[in-house]
C-alpha cells in the first residue's frame, strides 16, 4: 500500500476534516479491513471522545467531532512524505532533511512544524511511523478548545 502523505492536507483519498461516514465510504469502496474504537478522553480539559478508525493495522483515522484530525500510518504502509522522508528510512537521512525535527520527550517522537511527527524503531533507528495532521494541532491549547 504505497502512500502519499501530505501534511496538513490527508493521503490518497482520506482528507483531513472530512467525517468518519465520508472515510467509512472510502474504506468500503476500497474493501479495506477495518475495526473502530472510541477512546473517552476524561482526563482531557474538554472531554471530547475520539473515534479511531483502525484500516488493516496499517492506517488510523483520529475523529473528534466528527472530523478527521490526524492520520497515522504505520507497519507495512508505504508512506512518504513530498519531502521524501519515508517508512523504513534510516532515523538519521530524516534528520537531515528536515533539521526542524525536534525530539518531543512526553510523545517520544520526532516533531516537525512543517505538519507531521514520526517514530523511529529503537533497535534500527529506522522510521516506524508517520503521523499527519490538521494546523490546529501545532498549538495545544488551540487544538483542545475543539473550535476547528
Known amino acids: 500500500m504505497k502512500i502519499n502523505a501530505i501534511p496538513f492536507h490527508g493521503c490518497g483519498d482520506f482528507r483531513l476534516y472530512q467525517s468518519t461516514e465520508e472515510a467509512k465510504k472510502i474504506i468500503r469502496k476500497n474493501g479495506f479491513n477495518y475495526s473502530v474504537e472510541v477512546w473517552s478522553n476524561k482526563e482531557c480539559t474538554k472531554p471530547v471522545p475520539w473515534t479511531i478508525i483502525n484500516i488493516e493495522n496499517k492506517i488510523h483515522l483520529f475523529f473528534a467531532k466528527n472530523k478527521l ?3 497515522y500510518l504505520c507497519n507495512e504502509c508505504e508512506a512518504c512524505l513530498p519531502n521524501g522522508i519515508a517508512m523504513g528510512m534510516g532515523l538519521d537521512e530524516a534528520l537531515e532533511i528536515d533539521s526542524n525535527l525536534k525530539y518531543d520527550d512526553w510523545h517520544e517522537d ?5 505538519g507531521y511527527w514520526l517514530e523511529d524503531d529503537l533497535d534500527d ?3 516506524m511511523s508517520i503521523s499527519i495532521f490538521i494546523k490546529e494541532a ?3 491549547e488551540r487544538f483542545e478548545k475543539y473550535n476547528w
Not at 520526532?110 to 512543517?114: A, G, H, I, L, T
Request: hydrophobic share 30%; no cysteine.
Open 125 to 127: 533507528r529506522k522510521v
Open 110 to 114: 520526532y516533531q516537525s512544524p512543517q
Open 69 to 71: 484530525f490526524r492520520i
Open 138 to 140: 501545532l498549538d495545544e
